[in-house]
């Protein structure tokens, strides 16, 4: 994903919040995305935010954006083991998904 | 429905073998997509058909050929693999193509080992 970047690495302890940053290049993504990995599976969608949107909060995870920066970030409140996955940040283009690297979560107890 | 079906989960191919990935949604979604993912990198786009036209190829050899039956399925066939090939196969589906689109959803994919 070369117009969206991300971290690699996160490690944070189990009921800790969990902060994941992104920044992408295309002001005119319509939408942003973060998409959750977990080993051996496919994408599950987590949460997505409008453009037109500072912030979302969907029970554990806070979607914050600030679209003078084109910076993205999701926070994960309580952090849980079954939280442990690759997390990656998408923007919407006109034909596809842009995915960022991905940030691997690693919770610790 | 709101689920994308991919099968088989998991396939072993010899690189002479001809097969096929199936994708199936009852979203009424008129856009779907096939992905490529190596271990841990993000998906990268093969194919996009929009109401069942290929619409972008982003430059896919030509050993995957896809194929759009319907509007609710997609196939991926594939001929005369690589191992080099041998990754996770994602089908996905959105309401239709382009950046207004806040659902695209993803099947848990089809992993393929080419020997």
């Known amino acids: 994903g070369e117009d969206v970047e991300q971290s690699l690495f996160l490690s944070v302890r189990e009921g800790d919040s969990s902060v994941i940053n992104c920044t992408y290049t295309?002001?005119?993504?319509?939408?942003l995305y973060w998409y959750k990995q977990e080993p051996g599976a496919g994408l599950q969608l987590l949460t997505y935010?409008?453009?037109?949107?500072d912030m979302k909060q969907d029970q554990r995870l806070t979607v914050l954006l600030n679209k003078k920066d084109k910076h993205l970030s999701l926070r994960i409140a309580d952090t849980q083991t079954g939280d442990s996955a690759i997390y990656f940040c998408?923007?919407?283009?006109?034909?596809?998904?842009?995915f960022g690297a991905g940030t691997t979560v690693t919770v610790r107890a | 429905d709101t689920e994308v079906t991919q099968t088989p989960k998991h396939l072993v191919m010899g690189m002479t073998n001809k097969k096929s990935l199936k994708c199936e949604q009852h979203m009424g979604h008129r856009a779907m997509y096939w992905y490529k993912q190596k271990a841990k990198k993000p998906p990268e786009l093969m194919f996009v058909?929009?109401?069942?036209?290929?619409?972008i190829n982003e430059s896919v050899p030509s050993r995957f050929s896809p194929e759009c039956p319907n509007s609710s399925l997609l196939n991926l066939h594939l001929h005369a693999l690589q191992p080099e090939d041998s990754a996770l196969y994602l089908c996905?589906?959105?309401?239709?193509?382009?950046?207004?689109?806040?659902?695209?959803?993803f099947g848990s994919g089809t992993r393929l080992t080419v020997v």
């Open positions: 935010i409008f453009s037109n949107m």
């Open positions: 998408a923007e919407s283009t006109d034909y596809k998904l842009s």
């Open positions: 058909y929009s109401y069942e036209k290929l619409s």
């Open positions: 996905a589906s959105s309401q239709q193509q382009g950046r207004g689109n806040y659902g695209y959803t």
């Open positions: 295309d002001s005119s993504s319509t939408y």
